[in-house]
């Protein structure tokens, strides 16, 4: 029996190339995303490619959800080996601007999603004394400007990965973080369109402040992801590795 991953905001961008890339190597994947039917492509294209993937509809945010969901994903599968929290939204600007709203729902998405999807994948990896979780952070955590919000809880990801590697390790579980720079996604080109600038343009003029000369695609996360859900990674833990080019903001 293949092991099975649980990727979040798989539907599309970083997150479904990280499930083609976890399927490609062998697992079975649960590409989650807030709405069930937008993940039909996402799975679609790994069936295409010769792998195994089904869709799950989870709001991470919401604890009967997602309990819901992995209770779901253990009994057809079978298991829960890897986790992914990589669901995530924007609601950028500027502190003065801000709203409450705002703040809470990017936390909530990014902290309090991140928190309720382990709590739910350790309950399986504990008994089975194996386990690996890769948490999304982003180089926004060391700050940008009209992202206070998403910085906070980017590096709040950063802080509760280092803990969950503490308290589970001894149970066999590695937790990471990778913290990717500027990826092109439709999260980004949505960014452009906020400060008012083609979206190829803003592409433009990340690739020229990082040191390699262009901007990440979302299979440059992918690839690391793979990594750290493998067994190569398996004295790796508590670890936030930035994937940006050498950019670093």
Known sequence: MSKVAFVTGAARGIGAATAARLAADGFT???????????????????????????VGCNVSDEASVDAAFE???????????????????????????SVEDWDTVMSVHLRGAFLCSRAAQRYMVKQKSGKIVNTSSVSALGSRGQANYSAAKMGIQGFTRTLAIELGPYGINVNAVAPGFIVTDMTDATAARVGVDPEDFRKAAAEITPLRRVGKPEDIANVVSFLCSADSSFVTGQTIYVDGGRKL
């Open 72 to 98: 779901r994903v253990a009994a057809e599968l079978g298991s829960i080996d890897a986790l992914v929290n990589n669901a995530g939204v924007l609601r950028d600007n500027l502190l003065f601007k801000m």
């Open 29 to 55: 994947v649960a590409i989650a995303d807030l709405d069930e039917a937008a993940c039909k492509t996402a799975v679609d294209a790994i069936a295409a490619a010769g792998g195994q993937a089904i869709a």
